[in-house]
């Protein structure tokens, strides 16, 4: 199959990739279920199954401490009024820190170094 890509307008060749790319996965599906039914048949012919070659296969794992278990950061920082609370951590402070900072024109590192709203 020749194609002229000199005379194919843009949105023929936009066209063809499109298809293209349709193909590339339609393909790779079928190649992965080909693998999958002939290692299923061999494990069979061989009296074995997928956790006798590994043996946690299926089974979902508890995250450990070392895998990156999510944990929420300490509170370092409390409103007195509101009793809101806030880590000092994340993009933007909660309205409250915002609040006081407007107030007192104070920049962020002001705010956590005036000590005034630790925990």
């Given at each position: 199959?020749?194609?002229?890509?000199?005379?194919?307008?843009?949105?023929?060749?936009?066209?063809?990739?499109?298809?293209?790319?349709?193909?590339?996965?339609?393909?790779?599906v079928?190649a992965?279920?080909?693998?999958?039914?002939?290692?299923?048949?061999?494990?069979?012919?061989?009296?074995?199954?997928?956790?006798?070659?590994?043996?946690?296969?299926?089974?979902?794992s508890?995250?450990t401490?070392?895998?990156?278990?999510?944990?929420?950061?300490?509170?370092?920082y409390?409103?007195?009024?509101?009793?809101?609370?806030?880590?000092?951590?994340?993009?933007?402070?909660?309205?409250?820190?915002?609040?006081?900072?407007?107030?007192?024109?104070?920049?962020?590192e002001?705010?956590?170094?005036?000590?005034?709203?630790?925990?």
């Amino acid at each position: 199959m020749d194609f002229d890509l000199d005379k194919m307008t843009v949105l023929d060749l936009t066209a063809l990739i499109e298809r293209a790319q349709v193909e590339i996965k339609r393909r790779k599906v079928s190649a992965k279920d080909k693998l999958k039914q002939e290692i299923e048949e061999k494990l069979k012919h061989s009296g074995l199954d997928l956790s006798d070659l590994f043996p946690g296969a299926g089974k979902k794992s508890k995250k450990t401490k070392e895998q990156g278990e999510n944990k929420t950061a300490p509170v370092k920082y409390r409103d007195p009024v509101s009793q809101g609370t806030w880590s000092g951590r994340g993009a933007h402070p909660p309205h409250w820190v915002k609040s006081i900072m407007s107030e007192r024109r104070w920049t962020l590192e002001q705010f956590k170094t005036s000590g005034e709203y630790d925990v």
